[in-house]
Each structure stands twice: as structure tokens, then as C-alpha cells.
């Protein structure tokens, strides 16, 4: 218990590297060594922390503020889209390249 309710929540990497190490790891571009050495650091860091420490921790990746994931930065990658939110986008960026086409079709 943490004092208030809490969801059950899964921390993304970057937002364990955000809080814990003070490094935005995934700042320009995805790089899967380096979610692997980031991964270690973090491991080798709380392997052989006591219980309690590990629930401080914890506690805290809960309190902090939710560090955006790569959908929400970017949400249409190549046509493709990452969130929810990016449908709308996708529509009107159809919408504005069909109206382009005929535009330059009629030239």
C-alpha cells in the first residue's frame, strides 16, 4: 500500500531509465543495444537490494510523472498508425492528400 490506489502498472524501460538513472535513453531514435545495456545497468543497480528498498522504488516509478512513449511522440509512423489518437490524423492527412491529387490533376 502506497497510500493511495494504485492500478497495476507495468514501467516501460525509458521510464525506469527517466526516474532511476536521470537518463532519457530513447531520446532520437530506437536502438535495441542500447535497451540492452540500460537493462543491465538497471539489473546490476537493485539486484541486491533489500525488499524494502525495492518497494521505495516502486513507490516512487509510481509517483512520477508518466514519461510519453514513442505512439504518443509519434503517432503515425510510415502510414502506420501507433495510437488511437493517430486515426484522426491519418484521416485528415488522407483527406488533404486526395484533395492534392485532384488539385494537380486538373492542371
Not at 28 to 43: C, K, N, Q
Amino acid at each position: 500500500w502506497v497510500g493511495f490506489p494504485t492500478r497495476y502498472r507495468i514501467f516501460g524501460l525509458r521510464h525506469c531509465c527517466v526516474h532511476l538513472l536521470s537518463v532519457d535513453m530513447q531520446s532520437a531514435h530506437h536502438d535495441p543495444v542500447d535497451d540492452a545495456r540500460y537493462s543491465i545497468l538497471l539489473f546490476n543497480k537493485y539486484q541486491k537490494a533489500p525488499t524494502p528498498l525495492l518497494r521505495a522504488v516502486r513507490d516512487s516509478l509510481h509517483r512520477a510523472p508518466i514519461t510519453p512513449g514513442f505512439a504518443a511522440e509519434n503517432p503515425v509512423v510510415d502510414g502506420v498508425c501507433m495510437s488511437k489518437a493517430a486515426y484522426t490524423q491519418k484521416h485528415s492527412a488522407r483527406f488533404i492528400w486526395n484533395w492534392w491529387q485532384s488539385v494537380k490533376g486538373r492542371r
